[in-house]
């Protein structure tokens, strides 16, 4: 998955619209502008898109966990430099503070089975020698399964703030 197929998904699962967006970005200490969010947002095949890297996507799921849990002795977190789906699984967790038994019903509602030592492997250390590399599949299972679980009416507009 692609850095900005990650940040719609998550626009439209948290039915997130620009001010909300931008006030995420900011919250994880980036200023953005309404311009360069519709950029991220477009879709793959579209000449207007620009590519999200890493440390935007970090800096955006950053102000994410602010937003949802706080911010942590007053300081914003810095944001990664390179990312990988284990890092932005363990962000979308401590966000939404979720619990292993939360993040299995989750990858429940996407119809996709996963074992309890399998999530906990994805929120190891690379060192450990359980800990596991999070592909594709996982994560979008999982954003899907978030979708089921957070949008309950599809047809919902975006929040304009």
Aim: hydrophobic share 35%; glycine share 4%.
């Amino acid at each position: 998955m692609n850095n900005n197929d990650i940040l719609r998904r998550l626009r439209y699962i948290f039915n997130l619209g620009d001010d909300k967006m931008i006030k995420l970005f900011k919250y994880g200490g980036k200023e953005v502008s309404r311009t360069e969010v519709s950029a991220w947002l477009e879709k793959d095949d579209d000449s207007e898109q620009k590519s999200l890297n890493d440390v935007d996507l970090a800096t955006f799921l950053n102000g994410f966990i602010i937003k949802h849990r706080g911010k942590r002795d007053d300081e914003t977190p810095k944001p990664e430099k390179k990312l990988n789906n284990n890092i932005i699984f363990r962000k979308l967790k401590i966000a939404l503070n979720l619990r292993d038994d939360d993040i299995l019903q989750i990858f429940d509602l996407a119809k996709f089975e996963v074992s309890k030592h399998e999530i906990s492997a994805f929120f190891r250390k690379p060192t450990q020698k359980q800990y596991r590399l999070c592909k594709d599949q996982f994560l979008r299972n999982f954003l899907q399964g978030l979708q089921v679980k957070y949008r309950t009416d599809q047809s919902d507009k975006p929040e304009s703030n």
